[in-house]
């Protein structure tokens, strides 16, 4: 029986573990935590699809035309075709796995309206997509663990991947439970793990998704893309431990934003867009907030305190509990922060990489958003991307697989002892602060070449340290080796963003402020001994 390794529990796993698992494929799901408490249960927005009801107005040509325009035309436009036709079957096999969207009086699926689009069209969940999804995904991949097509494992951190002449078959993980690592082998690989948020510290999303699996690829040959565009959601507010996403289901329900200008309230998305000024794509309004160099409000209150808590009752209560703010007579102070990672790993439109059976799906891949996402496109692209990769797994050809992986294990655990040897947790927790600050100062809303080269400066400094910063307790085994992955893809991101000379989408550079033509294509870095190149896929390489 063919067999897979998905590392990734959130929505983009569980996809492709099912729908693998509806093929006869066995499944082995790893992760370091539950799928409960991966990233994709704070979707709260909704998820897009031009569904069968004719009242919408809306067509799938429209989806598609939004979602290549948003992105800015570097998206692949096959790849994009293939989401958008078939979200109206995500939806409807997301209903019969038992998710519970809101529906309108007559039955329809609701929509409410969402940046960048030209109908409503985000189907949602009351306050909780993502919970409502992944928990309807839980519960079938557990039916079929009782059939023995799933197995999940749990308290498993990706170490390296096992790569042989080319080929992917497996890969070495750190246990937490054992404290030693462990390898698994298979025919096929799927790496689901999320963005890269811990390049930039405190983000609207979760910790776990550090980015060092794809950052470890890199350094093992798989190449990455369009690392520059990294979207700014512009509505967020501040808590001790992270960036706590204002919906823009706010907006999407007729939220206003203004600042005040010596008593005057100058609301001034639509004093230079027009009515839609507030749904903007993301990366417009965040700029635009950042030029006014003004504290921003978003005001909702007008919708009067009945709708507001119908329709967004999660915002109510996030604002009140964080902030002490009712938004049914206050509006809400915001701030555009790191939400989204339109790059990461380079797949073709099967969702493998340039490594034979290696394959990646939901954010960590970079295939459908181009340089900005449209809210509402990435549920849609992770449950998509996660069957379209178990039917090309299933077409694969079964590998040839040669066990003697003991060369590849020697090395996880020379590395791990050395780690436990030394005494110095410290500094490790400290580059990562670091690292975040750099990013934050270097690689912002709007970069320059000069501050670009200053964040490669210093990365490349905390790079030469990171390998001989030690460790004194197993149990931060992870946060210790994985430094240097996260290091290395940090430095690539600055390298694709200081490469790219142009402004395109969530790519902003203050020195090259025009969107130019002969740019019209995905960045592509790969990693030789140490050395970043990077190209244009002018070719299709891996966009068609
Ligand atoms: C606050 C918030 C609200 C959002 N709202 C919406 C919305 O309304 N609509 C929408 O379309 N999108 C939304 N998004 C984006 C969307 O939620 C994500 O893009 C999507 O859920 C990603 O799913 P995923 O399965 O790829 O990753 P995740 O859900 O992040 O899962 C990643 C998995 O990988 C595992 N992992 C990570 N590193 C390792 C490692 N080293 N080893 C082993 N396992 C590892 C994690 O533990 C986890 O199981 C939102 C994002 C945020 C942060």
Request: with cysteine.
């Amino acid at each position: 029986m063919k067999k897979v390794l998905i590392i990734g529990s959130g929505i983009a796993g569980l996809s492709c573990a099912i729908s693998c698992a509806e093929k006869g494929i066995e499944v082995t799901l790893v992760s370091p935590f539950p799928s409960e408490r991966s990233q994709s249960v704070l979707a709260a927005g909704g998820i897009n699809a031009v569904t069968d009801f004719p009242e919408y107005k809306d067509s799938i040509e429209s989806h598609i035309e939004d979602t290549l325009k948003g992105g800015c035309h570097i998206a692949g436009k096959k790849a994009v075709k293939g989401l958008c036709e078939n979200a109206n079957d995500v939806i409807k096999w997301l209903e019969k796995l038992g998710t519970i969207f809101t529906l309108e009086t007559d039955g329809r699926v609701s929509k409410r309206a969402f940046g960048g689009q030209s109908h409503k069209r985000t189907c949602y969940c009351g306050a909780s997509t993502g919970k409502q999804i992944v928990t309807a995904l839980v519960m079938e991949a557990r039916r079929y663990e009782g059939l023995g097509l799933i197995k999940r494992r749990l308290w498993m951190d990706f170490y390296s991947a096992l790569i042989k002449d080319g080929i992917c078959c497996g890969a070495v993980f750190y246990n937490e439970a054992t404290g030693s690592p462990e390898i698994i082998t298979a025919d096929s690989v799927v790496f689901a793990t999320g963005g890269q948020n811990a390049l930039f510290g405190k983000t609207t999303g979760s910790t776990q998704c550090d980015g060092y699996a794809a950052g470890k690829l890199f350094t093992q040959g798989v190449e990455l893309k369009n690392l520059e565009f990294i979207q700014y959601h512009p509505t967020t507010i501040e808590t001790s431990q992270k960036m706590m996403l204002v919906s823009e289901a706010v907006r999407g329900e007729g939220g206003r934003l203004y600042y005040e200008d010596n008593g005057r309230y100058v609301y001034f998305m639509e004093e230079r867009f027009g009515e839609r000024g507030n749904l903007m794509p993301r990366d417009i309004v965040a700029r635009c907030m950042e030029e006014t160099k003004k504290e921003i409000y978003l005001d909702i209150t007008f919708l009067g305190k009945e709708k507001i808590l119908k329709r967004l009752p999660e915002v109510y209560e996030l604002c009140k509990k964080y902030r002490g703010i009712d938004i049914t007579k206050q509006s809400i102070p915001v701030t555009p922060s790191v939400h989204f990672f339109m790059g990461g790993i380079a797949v073709k439109n099967n969702h493998e990489t340039n490594i034979k059976n290696l394959y990646a799906i939901g954010e960590c891949a970079s295939i459908y958003h181009g340089a900005n996402r449209l809210g509402g496109n990435s549920l849609l692209a992770a449950i998509h991307g996660g069957k379209v990769a178990a039917s090309s797994i299933e077409k694969s050809e079964q590998t040839e697989l040669d066990n003697d992986f003991s060369s590849e294990l020697k090395e996880a655990e020379e590395k791990l002892s050395t780690m436990r040897k030394s005494k110095s947790l410290y500094p490790v927790k400290y580059v990562r602060d670091m690292l975040a600050e750099t990013m934050h100062e270097n690689l912002g809303i709007v970069r320059s070449a000069q501050e670009l080269e200053k964040g490669i400066d210093d990365v490349s400094f905390y790079l030469s340290i990171a390998d001989k910063l030690n460790f004194d307790k197993s149990e931060f085994a992870y946060l210790g080796y994985s430094l240097s992955g996260i290091l290395t893809l940090a430095k690539a991101t600055l390298i694709c963003a200081k490469n790219r000379k142009e402004s395109r989408g969530a790519h902003y550079r203050s020195d090259y402020p025009e969107t130019k033509d002969d740019w019209t294509a995905s960045t592509i870095i790969s990693y030789d001994d140490g050395k970043y190149h990077t190209y244009l896929d002018t070719e299709g390489k891996y966009e068609s």
